[in-house]
């Protein structure tokens, strides 16, 4: 989904506009942004000029000032630490501003003399006095804890960094009443086939589009997912029904490199077409909810537990390094809950 952004001033205020074409599930998210507004007037959503938005938004750091020198070339040296542990670009970029952010904080300091204590004084002094984010302080965290154990002489103990304590937000699952409905609404084969498979198979939408013919395994039943998130491969079932509307669809397509490619041949379907077909599905059979792809990998993941599918075969199927992160699906499977008899039954 491509968007634009860029610092104004709105009313004599510091904002960050940004402007996209029409999309429920941009539009939801901008709106989950603190202190986020629509401008009628202008025709653009406009947020506060924070440096979590300006991260959010890839813009420069509010910050003028620089890490002091040694601070710059700990900076170089994490990145090339992060390089070697094969972190994506995206992850080194976010990781980097993140420690220049916590460097700047304490440019009058060595950084071999920066404690724990050091971590406090910045979270109060500087995050949560500029009422940034828990998610914003857990990514800075992140950076910290991976900074500091690159580091031999240093007073931080890595393992007492702590954390902010993290709201507990559950996933959005659709019923299969509405999968069925968002699945069937497209007549173009491609398009179904795209939708079906990721919730099918509880895919991310990266992990769709690097499919290639060969990840079919047409024999075993099932789909092998190569260099997945983490840089993990795994596997997962493939429905019977699926392969046969794989089969049709192959004849049609005949695609050379990738499962799914888009008008030039050799070149992977992109992401935000894709979100752009959910988009026309929603609107085809009058759902209005702010759905997304990962909505059909978190119904996928729900309806598996609520028909009775073990919770560790659940985290392997979707690639899951920790159990916790599986649970959390517990707290939004019905089948439980639908049989507790309410006391207003009762009256």
């Known amino acids: 989904m491509k968007w634009e952004s860029k610092l104004i001033k709105y009313q004599g205020a510091a904002r960050i506009a940004v402007t996209f074409e029409k999309n429920d599930a941009l539009i939801a998210r901008i709106k989950s942004i603190a202190g986020s507004r629509w401008s009628h007037s202008s025709g653009f959503w406009h947020v506060p000029d924070t440096d979590e938005n300006r991260l959010r938004f890839k813009l420069p750091l509010l910050s003028t ?59 109060n002094e500087y995050i949560l006095k500029n009422k940034l984010s828990s998610s914003y302080q857990n990514q800075i965290v992140n950076a ?28 959005n699952v659709l019923s299969k009443e509405e999968i069925k409905l968002i699945l069937n609404a497209h007549s173009n084969i491609k398009h179904k086939m795209m939708l079906s498979l990721i919730y099918s198979c509880g895919l991310r939408c990266g992990e769709l589009l690097a499919l290639k ?48 490619e888009g008008q030039t041949v050799g070149v992977a379907y992109d992401s935000r077409s894709l979100q752009q077909v959910l988009k026309q599905a929603l609107q085809k059979v009058g759902i209005t909810k702010p759905v997304t792809l990962h909505w059909l990998r978190h119904s996928y993941a729900t309806h598996l537990l609520e028909s009775g599918t073990d919770l560790r075969y659940i985290q392997e199927l979707l690639g899951h390094s920790s159990s916790k992160t599986t649970e959390i699906y517990t707290h939004v499977s019905i089948k439980s809950i639908q049989q507790i008899k309410s006391p207003f039954d009762d009256l």
């Not at 500091?148 to 709201?167: G, Y």
């Not at 013919?213 to 997945?228: F, M, Q, T, W, Y």
């Not at 046969?244 to 669809?249: I, K």
Request: positive net charge.
């Open 144 to 171: 910290i804890k991976l900074f500091f154990q690159t580091i031999r002489d240093t007073k931080m103990i890595v393992d007492k960094i702590h954390r902010p304590k993290r709201s507990k937000v559950l996933p």
């Open 213 to 260: 013919p060969v990840h079919i395994d047409s024999n075993r039943n099932i789909v092998l997912l190569k260099n997945a998130k983490g840089k993990k491969d795994r596997i997962t079932p493939l429905s019977p029904f699926i392969l046969e509307m794989l089969r049709e669809y192959y004849k049609l397509f005949k695609p050379k490199t990738f499962l799914f």
């Open 65 to 123: 000032t620089t890490p002091s020198e040694e601070g710059i070339l700990q900076i170089e040296k994490f990145k090339q630490w992060l390089l070697s542990k094969r972190y994506s670009p995206s992850t080194i970029k976010t990781y980097s501003e993140a420690l220049k952010s916590f460097l700047i904080f304490f440019r009058e300091k060595p950084v071999g003399e920066i404690t724990n204590e050091d971590v406090i004084v910045y979270n």
